[in-house]
């Protein structure tokens, strides 16, 4: 009999971020209200789902994401490090377009080469590192739903690498399909991927 599971790997909410630099793997970057919000209404719509495992990244705001949904069903949050954050080399810095450190010329050099990327981890070893974190939840949840709550980048690269498209992309939310809040959801028969989905539950 085929063993069907389902893995939702969740960008964690809105993040309270009033300097709008690149806070990346930065501690003490919390969900602001909006993004506690939207922890709740995903935590709603999952909670007739047969949730029986939870994990999340290391970082706060992904802790704080998965808690009503891990509340909602009586389970505790792992932690798994390989859903943390990609690593960038203006982490810390503004990085808007015409502002802060991409205006200045000694930067220019981390901008070399979009492919790997140059500016910080990369794409190749997120994708293994996700794609590992995956299979893992998969492992634990298996005839049931687990949740993954972890980032933009790490989630957008882990579902280019499921879907056969080239891991450099623009950086933009048509490209990435994972705004926040957003569930990318990879269904399994047994151990064979099958399909996969995405949906914005808590609005943009």
Known sequence: MT???VVHVMRHGE?????AILYGRLPDFHLSEKGRAQAERVADW?????????VASPLERAQETAAPIAATHGLSIDTDPDLIESENVFEGERVSP??????NPRNWWHLRNPRTPSWGEPYEQIAQ????????ARDRARGHEAVCVSH???????????TGLKL????TAANRMCNHASLSS??????????????ELAGR
């Open 129 to 136: 590192r996700m794609q590992a974190a995956l299979y893992r």
């Open 152 to 162: 933009q980048l790490p989630t957008a690269t882990l579902r280019r690498s499921l």
């Open 168 to 171: 450099p992309h623009l950086p």
């Open 15 to 19: 993040v309270h971020n009033p300097d």
């Open 98 to 103: 015409g502002d802060g450190a991409l205006r």
């Open 3 to 5: 063993e069907k599971t």
């Open 186 to 199: 990879f269904y399994f028969h047994d151990d064979a991927l099958v399909g996969w989905s995405y949906a």
């Open 46 to 54: 999952l909670v007739a789902h047969d949730i029986t495992y939870v």
